[in-house]
Nanobody
């Protein structure tokens, strides 16, 4: 079965960095677009970034220039490098299969990893 397992979340100071990873299994990872989304307490889930099976990338305006999505198809792993973190980046971050573009619909979610940005 499809499994997506996120890791790498934690506490960071404003201006700091974190790197999220998502280990995928149960499907042919290189053939699928992937994406990251986040949900802050009391807010709707927000698409953050996506990457196509060919490596094309897309970003929300709120993270463009600070976050980088990438993938290692040899290791079936998705990444999100987050730099210059801001308190408003605090959220649960989810890895998703599909949903590379903002309008695309993902079909699987991981369990999430918490990112907290605070001094």
């Amino acid at each position: 079965q499809v499994q997506l397992v996120e890791s790498g979340g934690g506490l960071a100071q404003p201006g700091g960095s974190l790197r999220l990873s998502c280990a995928a299994s149960g499907f042919t990872f290189p053939s699928h677009a992937m994406s990251w989304a986040r949900q802050a307490p009391g807010k709707v889930i927000e698409w953050v970034a996506g990457i196509t099976s060919h490596g094309g990338t897309f970003y929300s305006d709120s993270v463009k220039g600070r976050f980088t999505i990438s993938r290692d198809n040899a290791k079936d792993t998705l990444f999100l490098q987050m730099n210059n973190l801001k308190p408003e980046d605090t959220a649960m971050y989810y890895c998703r299969r599909g949903g590379a573009a903002h309008s695309a619909t993902p079909d699987y979610y991981g369990q999430g990893t918490q990112v907290t940005v605070s001094s």
